[in-house]
């Protein structure tokens, strides 16, 4: 019989969605980076760095490996 720690499938997932999202978050910081140079509002950006730096809270709250294996850093 196999049984999953699910403590442990929680830090492999918050470390699949920290790749998943490493590249997206630098895609927001250029973009910020542009949105300031013009003068233009930034809110948007901010916002979507904050969902992305904290789609590992996420995994805290899944109570079995299906919920765990649905989280994407994709909205």
Same mark, same amino acid.
């Given at each position: 019989?196999?049984?999953?720690?699910? #403590?442990? !499938?929680?830090?492999?997932? *918050?470390? =699949? +969605? $920290?790749?998943?999202? %490493?590249?997206?978050?630098?895609?927001?910081?250029?973009?910020?980076?542009?949105?300031?140079?013009?003068?233009?509002? #930034?809110? !948007?950006?901010?916002?979507? *760095?904050? =969902? +992305? $730096?904290?789609?590992? %809270?996420?995994?805290?709250?899944?109570?079995?490996?299906?919920?765990?294996?649905?989280?994407?850093?994709?909205?």
């Amino acid at each position: 019989m196999i049984t999953i720690n699910l #403590t442990k !499938a929680k830090d492999i997932t *918050k470390d =699949r +969605l $920290r790749a998943e999202r %490493k590249p997206l978050l630098e895609e927001q910081d250029v973009l910020f980076m542009q949105a300031q140079e013009a003068g233009s509002d #930034t809110s !948007a950006i901010v916002a979507e *760095k904050n =969902r +992305l $730096r904290d789609i590992t %809270k996420d995994a805290d709250s899944c109570k079995t490996t299906d919920e765990l294996k649905a989280l994407s850093v994709i909205k």
